[in-house]
């Protein structure tokens, strides 16, 4: 019977010393803590938020030698010595990154006590919902989704319009063997939006800009590129065929007097 209980206490020994062990592997983040913290500074860093208000990230290693993480303001860390500082007590603002100018870590080899209040919460970052449609669109054609609902919402293109703009990009940008791109989506937009396409002028070989919205679209797209092959995944990422698109002076040279196959342009993709 002695012999049993020297064995369960010794292997209940070993099981509270590994979590002990583990514990201190882990070495969680403080970053919401009531006790004030201890600890050498070893690195310093910034980062500034959707808000733009800028913390300061303090790693530290305490005399247990576990190495953390903790969060506070830009007065706190000037306040601690950990930001170089002007003639007026003012911490020094790179004028290459816009942020304060941290002291060298490896002057710092004083422990240096963080209080508690003083300790910033680490809040998870928010992501900003985008429309559904947004983010198939963003994600076919390689861009942010908050740009297109910025399109969609701040500018008022429906998606639709918004769709065709960046197929036309992609085709403008685009060779026999290269897929193109969305970076002009915002000039075709605009360009719309003004009813003025002499941005454009470059890239039809007869010289001749068209005049409104249809022409501009009958000269880029085929029928097969709008937002519906998007959206039921139907869309041939592969496809480079552009060339062909921009001949229209030789197949539309009658079409610029017609000119309002779908009237002026304005808000008709709407959905």
Do not use: C
Request: charged share 20%; glycine share 10%; aromatic share 6%.
């Amino acid at each position: 019977m002695n012999k049993i209980k020297l064995i369960l206490t010794v292997a209940l020994t070993f099981v509270v010393l590994f979590v002990q062990a583990g514990n201190a592997a882990a070495a969680p983040l403080a970053q919401d803590t009531t006790t004030d913290l201890t600890g050498t500074v070893t690195g310093i860093s910034f980062e500034t938020d959707a808000n733009n208000v800028t913390t300061v990230l303090v790693t530290l290693t305490d005399d247990q030698n576990i190495t953390q993480t903790i969060r506070i303001s830009v007065d706190t860390a000037a306040s601690l010595g950990l930001l170089e500082l002007d003639e007026n007590g003012q911490p020094i603002i790179d004028s290459e990154t816009g942020l304060p100018t941290p002291v060298d870590v490896t002057e710092l080899t004083e422990p240096i006590t963080f209080p508690a209040d003083t300790i910033l919460p680490d809040t998870e970052p928010v992501e900003e919902p985008v429309h559904p449609i947004s983010a198939l669109l963003a994600g076919f054609f390689g861009v942010d989704a908050n740009v297109i609902d910025g399109y969609h919402t701040e500018d008022g293109f429906g998606f639709g319009v918004i769709a065709q703009a960046l197929w036309m990009s992609r085709n403008l940008t685009g060779t026999e063997d290269t897929a193109g791109d969305a970076s002009l989506a915002d000039e075709i937009l605009a360009a719309k939006e003004k009813h003025d396409y002499s941005f454009f002028a470059d890239y039809f070989e007869d010289g001749t800009v068209p005049t409104n919205w249809g022409q501009f679209r009958k000269a880029l797209l085929n029928k097969k590129e709008n937002l519906g092959v998007v959206v039921s995944g139907q869309a041939d990422e592969s496809d480079t065929s552009t060339q062909s698109q921009l001949e229209h002076g030789k197949n539309n040279g009658n079409e610029h007097g017609k000119g309002n196959d779908n009237g002026k342009g304005k808000g008709h993709n709407k959905p």
